[in-house]
């Protein structure tokens, strides 16, 4: 009989980015980095900006997240992410855009008038997408 798998699904506002059926997913959660495998305790998690990445036999394929949810029941994971892509679609061009935009802002410093957390999560994106696209 055929191994027990889980369907991972990960769906943004704009599109359902995959489905798939798979051995092990790992997510990065905002109190840290967790797998989840078949038959797991159903629990939901807030996700942090970063790279999820999933099993299935010997393929290992990373995506990126910029935050979300994750909901997971026995044999489903669900990401429900505010952006994701596959390591394939990153326009790496444009991360580097939007990191030198966000390190440009930030070097203004504290003082000068810019919205810090806003520029800070955009370079925390921008570096994400670049280490999901290099792999
Ligand atoms: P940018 O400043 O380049 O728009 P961002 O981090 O502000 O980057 P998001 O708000 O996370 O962008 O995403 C907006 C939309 O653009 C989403 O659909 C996301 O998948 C897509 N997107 C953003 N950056 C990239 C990229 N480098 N490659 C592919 N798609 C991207």
Redesign the pocket.
Known sequence: MAEKTLLLEVI?P?RKVLSEEVDIVVCPGVEGQFGVLVNHIPFLSALDIGEMYYRKGSQVEYIFV?GGFAEVTGDKVTILA????RGR????E??K??KE?AERRLAMGRAANIDWARAEA?LR??MA?LKVASR
């Open positions: 943004t704009d910029g505010d952006s994701a892509e679609e990153i326009d790496v444009r991360a855009r939007a935009r955009a994106r921008a997408r």
